[in-house]
């Protein structure tokens, strides 16, 4: 059975903390994905890694970036948080490069 | 990206009934679809998904239709059960975009409430 696991189903963090969100596939996928959620917006994507090491800006890459070291884990890093990137984060993994993902089942994430 | 959008935010439908999701989607060199069901505190979960070669596509009480002439897509769901309220996406992608990995561009959902 395909799993996707997010290190944390909550977390508060407060204005101008590092935020780390990690997400583990155990599905060997190559491609891994981090989207954010917010109500009336849907789902929009962030970064995008094909490969190990490698890494493609999606929609909304500013005040993200990632890293993908092992092919199995990509995090998604909030260097300074600010209070809109209040939200819920997503983070998918396919094995083709396009085509369906299997999606973890999300960090709600509240900077204050 | 182009965008992908849902008609309705909300459709409550009687348990029992059959419910129709629309999905109207704009970048004409989409040739993937997929719809995706969340339900409360969860990620999306695959429903089904269409390639551009196909108009119809069935599954377990779920049918997806395609109509490229109109960019529509819409998912229907037979006799709804209480099981089935949550929100519903659609998504697209272009399988054949030049080789690298892509993101779906997701529409923003419809609300689907069964009522009893």
């Known amino acids: 059975d395909v799993k996707v696991t997010q290190s944390s189903r909550y977390l508060v963090k407060r204005t101008g903390e590092k935020v780390f969100l990690e997400c583990v596939q155990d599905?060997?996928?190559?491609?891994m994905f981090w989207y954010r959620q917010d109500p009336g917006l849907g789902l929009r994507l962030i970064y995008f890694?094909?490969?190990?090491?490698?890494?493609e800006k999606g929609d909304i890459p500013e005040g993200y970036s990632v890293s993908r070291e092992k092919k199995e884990r990509f995090s998604l890093i909030l260097e300074s948080a600010s209070t809109n990137q209040t939200s819920m984060y997503l983070c998918a993994s396919s094995p083709l490069p396009t085509g369906e993902q299997y999606f973890g089942p999300g960090t709600r994430l509240t900077v204050t | 990206g182009e965008s992908v959008g849902l008609h309705l935010p909300t459709l409550s439908v009687q348990e029992g009934d059959n419910s129709i999701i629309n999905c109207a989607y704009s970048?004409?060199?989409?040739?993937?679809f997929i719809w995706y069901k969340q339900e409360s505190g969860k990620g999306p979960q695959f429903i089904i998904d269409i390639r551009s070669n196909m108009d119809k596509r069935q599954g377990q009480r779920v049918t997806v239709l395609l109509n490229k002439t109109v960019k529509h897509l819409s998912l229907q769901i037979a006799a709804t059960q209480p099981g089935d309220s949550a929100v519903y996406f659609c998504a697209e992608n272009e399988e054949y975009s030049g080789g690298g990995a892509d993101g779906l561009t997701f529409g923003k959902g419809t609300h689907l409430i069964i009522q009893p």
């Open positions: 599905m060997d996928h190559e491609n």
């Open positions: 970048n004409s060199a989409s040739d993937y």
């Open positions: 890694s094909y490969d190990v090491k490698m890494k």
